[in-house]
């Protein structure tokens, strides 16, 4: 398998951000998962703060400028993405909206997307199901069953925080396997199957099979 390339897009405002944060805490836990499976990967972070001026700009010229050019070719030459947005009114920032407008129509289209959020408090994580996933599956992304919501409080508990970001980091480094196990070059077997802790292996029986086994007699 080739390197997979990753990008990690936080929309977070402040300086430090706790979404930068659970965006690095994210990348680090897929880079483990990857690395137990024998792959490593590329990442790449872009933080839509610095590119705020240029995002606006761009809706007023049409044209992508500087580092928002370079960050939207990043995104659309990216083998996954991992998405992570501040909550702003029960939904993702506007900031972090502008920013996929501009993506280019088809870039996403069957790419594995890892969301996440950060927020006050746990009662808006279902953002992650009513706001992100629609929009990227809108965008026809391969979004992880998982995602991973922080409330300013989870933030120094391990107990309560580590744990979910494993789990989520660990299902999209499986996705991204699946998705790109065969994409091995010409003469290169692909990278092994990825196996998530604590699942078994799927076997398939033939149906042929199956009927022979419940027949009498059989």
Do not use: C
Not at 1 to 21: F, H, K, R, W
Not at 178 to 183: C, F, I, N
């Amino acid at each position: 398998m080739n390197t997979p390339s990753i990008v990690i897009v936080t929309a977070g405002l402040g300086e430090p951000s706790t979404t930068a944060l659970l965006g690095e805490n994210l990348s680090e836990a897929t880079g483990q998962a990857l690395s137990q499976a024998g792959v490593e990967a590329n990442f790449t972070h872009i933080s839509l703060r610095s590119l705020a001026k240029d995002i606006t700009n761009h809706y007023l010229t049409g044209f992508p400028l500087g580092a928002l050019a370079t960050a939207l070719d990043q995104v659309r030459d990216a083998d996954a993405i991992i998405a992570v947005t501040p909550v702003f009114k029960a939904s993702y920032s506007g900031l972090f909206k502008s920013f996929w407008d501009l993506v280019e129509d088809g870039s996403l289209a069957g790419k594995p997307v890892l969301i996440a959020a950060t927020g006050g408090t746990a009662r808006h994580s279902l953002m992650l199901e009513t706001a992100m996933r629609p929009l990227f599956s809108y965008l026809k992304a391969t979004v992880a069953p998982s995602g991973v919501f922080a409330a300013t409080d989870d933030f120094g508990t391990d107990a309560n925080l580590a744990p979910r970001v494993t789990k989520a980091a660990t299902e999209f480094a499986q996705l991204v396997l699946w998705t790109l196990g065969s994409a091995a070059p010409a003469g290169q077997a692909p990278a092994a199957a990825y196996k998530a802790p604590g699942l078994e292996a799927l076997t398939v029986t033939p149906f042929e099979e199956l009927l022979k086994r419940n027949m009498p007699g059989s």
